[in-house]
């Protein structure tokens, strides 16, 4: 494992209100990301995105202007080795270095502005802790900040047709300068760590690789890309941004486009990349979540006519069929969702909630059929014919919801048999949306073939760092 390229460095400007620097500095403001790519047979290529807030840096006036240092460790674990016992703690790669930070004046510094850093090293495929420390500095009133990340890299060396993690940006240009530390397959591109976009910062450029498109090109030797943003709560591609490209099959394709984002309202957002053979299906898929803070452009609201729910099914829905219907639902409502339907009382209001829930998620409104409504209520059928145990239906097991809510995984590992272990299964999965790649750990720990969700990559999920050892115990 080595390090590809010395750390680079840059001003982004972004929009914002103007910060005070006093004499107290505010914690330092960091933004982390990443990213990983194909390399070779044995490792693979992660890419780690540094933002650091510009305002909350403590500077030093010098000759040639005012100059911020600032010490940092990049450290990357063995998720599933770093506390076993028994087992090394070290680092699988570690770099430790002091950061300038150079402008001339801080007048005019603004929230909003960020030093951006990256740093590139190969490593073999597998779980991981990314950590990055601030030591605390008590001449200058600074506190120690750590940030942890989950890391899944993927071995891309067998993977056959698909992508990369894609690397959101706010400027691609192409570019001869190797010795350029953004520099990357004749292009420079300036990650935005911090996935965030809106006023100030209207264009999203983004970068991924495609891999392995010979597999689905046509007798041109071509194939096609769907690119499009879509809301984060609905699948379908929001109106005039989504882009179909017919292209050359490479092995790597790298894959570079922008979308404009100044009449989006603020919220969450996915950009999705599709690639679809000769039948325009799909056959591999990438997502990317981000941000959008456009606080001058209203979001539509939606307002559904009184007669749709009157003359709708949901309207004669008894109270069990609602609450089993809340129920399912819950697997997949949001946050802010889950509060609201907890917080109605009323039996008809809990009807009209249901309708709005799916109409929200309709692909294709004017259409009879709600395609999304209706895969989910496959998958549920599906995980109920196998995952059911006893008297537990299949949607309620840990499986069952894994699978309704994040599709079929890519590969599924079982380990039924192993001695010494309590029977286990792998669940990968090349692409979650918001996640990328992702692994789940299934255990069969009371021997009663009811396999429970003991550790994920996926924030959110149940993390267990030391999963194995949870797996090594006796019977």
């Keep these: 494992m080595k390090t590809m390229i010395r750390i680079g460095v840059l001003l982004l400007v972004c929009s914002g209100v103007q910060a005070s620097l006093g004499q107290t500095p505010p914690p330092v403001e960091v933004d982390l990301d990443h990213a990983a790519f194909a390399y070779d047979d044995a490792e693979s290529l992660l890419e780690v995105y540094l933002a650091f807030g510009a305002s909350s840096l403590t500077y030093q006036a010098g ?4 100059l ?3 010490p940092l460790d990049i450290t990357v674990y063995r998720s599933t080795e770093a506390t076993l016992p028994g087992t090394p703690s070290d680092p699988v790669w570690h770099d430790s270095l002091t950061l300038d930070f150079a402008v001339a004046d801080t007048v005019g510094l603004v929230h909003g502005q960020y030093f951006v850093r990256q740093a590139r090293l190969t490593i073999a495929p597998g779980e991981y802790e990314l ?7 008590p001449a200058r009133g600074r506190q120690a900040l750590e940030l ?10 067998d993977s056959g047709l698909g992508f990369s993690d894609v690397t959101l940006a706010t400027t691609i240009a192409p570019s001869q300068d190797r010795e350029d530390h953004f520099y990357k397959n004749g292009l420079i591109i300036r990650p935005n760590a911090n996935q965030l976009y809106g006023e100030g910062l209207s264009t999203l450029y983004y970068y991924a690789e495609a891999y ?11 194939y096609t890309l769907l690119a499009y943003l879509a809301e984060a709560n609905r699948p379908q591609p929001l109106p005039g941004l989504q882009k179909r490209s017919r292209r050359q099959a490479h092995t790597p394709d790298v894959l570079v486009g922008t979308f404009t984002l100044d009449e989006l309202p603020s919220g969450s957002y996915f950009l999705r990349l599709v690639l679809l053979d000769e039948n325009n299906e799909s056959m591999a898929e990438q997502s990317r979540k981000f941000f959008i803070f456009n606080p001058d452009v209203e979001q539509e609201q939606v307002v559904a006519l009184e007669s749709s729910f009157e003359t709708s099914p949901y309207a004669t829905m008894t109270e ?6 809340l129920g399912h639902i819950d697997l997949i409502a949001t946050d802010q969702e889950q509060r609201r339907a907890r917080a109605i009382q009323d039996l008809d209001e809990k009807r009209r909630f249901l309708m709005e829930f799916w109409q929200k998620r309709d692909p294709n409104p004017s259409t009879p059929i709600n395609e999304f409504r209706e895969e989910f209520y496959g998958r549920l059928q599906y995980v109920n014919e196998r995952y059911t145990i006893r008297s537990m239906e299949g949607w309620k097991t840990d499986r069952g919801r894994t699978y309704i809510k994040y599709g079929s995984p890519s590969n599924i590992e079982p380990h039924l048999y192993d001695r010494g272990f309590k029977p286990y299964e792998l669940w990968e999965y090349n692409n979650i949306p918001g996640a990328g790649h992702a692994l789940f750990v299934f255990a069969d720990l009371t021997a009663f073939g009811e396999f429970e969700l003991i550790h994920s990559t996926v924030a959110g999920e149940r993390k267990l760092v030391n999963w194995i050892n949870e797996l090594s115990g006796s019977l």
């Design 131 to 137: 950590r990055v420390s601030i030591p605390a500095d």
């Design 68 to 70: 911020a240092q600032l």
């Design 148 to 157: 942890r990340r989950d890391v899944l890299v993927p071995d891309f060396s």
């Design 320 to 325: 069990e069929e609602v609450e089993k219907g």
């Design 212 to 222: 392995n498109v010979d597999e689905i090109a046509g007798d041109d030797g071509q």
């Design 63 to 66: 000759e040639q202007g005012y």
